[in-house]
């Protein structure tokens, strides 16, 4: 059964940049997309973006000039840089694996709560 | 860019059904799903493809899609399916969610 855990700081400061890591175990990101969606404190979700496992990347607009995806098939992870954060990136983080474009993103990680403050 | 639109929130006494829409331009020509969401756990795929259930979600739970609306609709709805809701789509190659719909069973 695959299952992805979410790992980085908690806390990260104003202008600074926020990374995560998402580890796949229980099988192969090789042919999935790999997703990050973020949840700010009692609101909905939002999609930050996706790399497939080849290296392609496609980003939510309102986020994608702050925002990079890469994966290390070697370690079966994927990792996500969001730059200049403010108090506004304060979320639960999630990532997630998706079989195709259109497809479900199933499973999720536990999410990672990130906070920005000083 | 594409939007999901759903009601925030949706009432429903135990035993009957619930029903949750989620509208976006031409929504019946792409792929919706439905995910739920429990206080402080991730989500959870119920319905995909429209209408197709992952295997361990219960038969009450279906989906259907067409027009401009995907539905929801839980069938003898029970205590646990109290939750927060979630549609999905794909519009080209990006990823769209619906602002979620709070499902309260009373």
């Known amino acids: 059964q695959v299952q992805l855990q979410e790992s980085g700081p908690g806390l990260v400061k104003p202008s600074e940049t926020l990374s995560l890591t998402c580890t796949v175990s229980g099988g192969s990101i090789s042919g999935y997309y790999c997703g990050w969606i973020r949840q700010p404190p009692g609101k909905g979700l939002e999609w930050i973006g996706y790399i497939y496992y080849s290296g392609s990347t496609n980003y939510n607009p309102s986020l994608k000039s702050r925002v990079t995806i890469s994966v290390d098939t070697s370690k079966n992870q994927f990792s996500l840089r969001l730059s200049s954060v403010t108090a506004a990136d304060t979320a639960m983080y999630y990532c997630?694996?998706?079989?195709?474009?259109?497809?479900?993103?199933?499973?999720w990680g536990q999410g990672t709560l990130v906070t920005v403050s000083s | 860019s594409y939007e999901l639109t759903q009601p925030p929130s949706v009432s429903v006494s135990p035993g009957q059904t619930a029903s949750i829409t989620c509208s976006g331009d031409?929504?019946?020509?792409?792929?919706a799903c439905w995910y739920q969401q429990k206080p402080g756990q991730s989500p959870v795929v119920v319905i995909y493809q429209d209408n197709r259930r992952p295997s361990g979600i219960p038969e009450r739970f279906s989906g259907s899609n067409a027009g401009n609306t995907a539905t929801l609709t839980i069938s003898g709805t029970q205590a646990m399916d109290e939750a927060e809701y979630y549609c999905q789509a794909w519009d080209s190659s990006t990823v769209v969610f619906g602002g979620g719909t709070k499902l309260t069973v009373l």
């Open positions: 997630a694996t998706a079989g195709s474009i259109g497809y479900r993103f199933d499973p």
């Open positions: 031409k929504l019946g020509d792409k792929y």
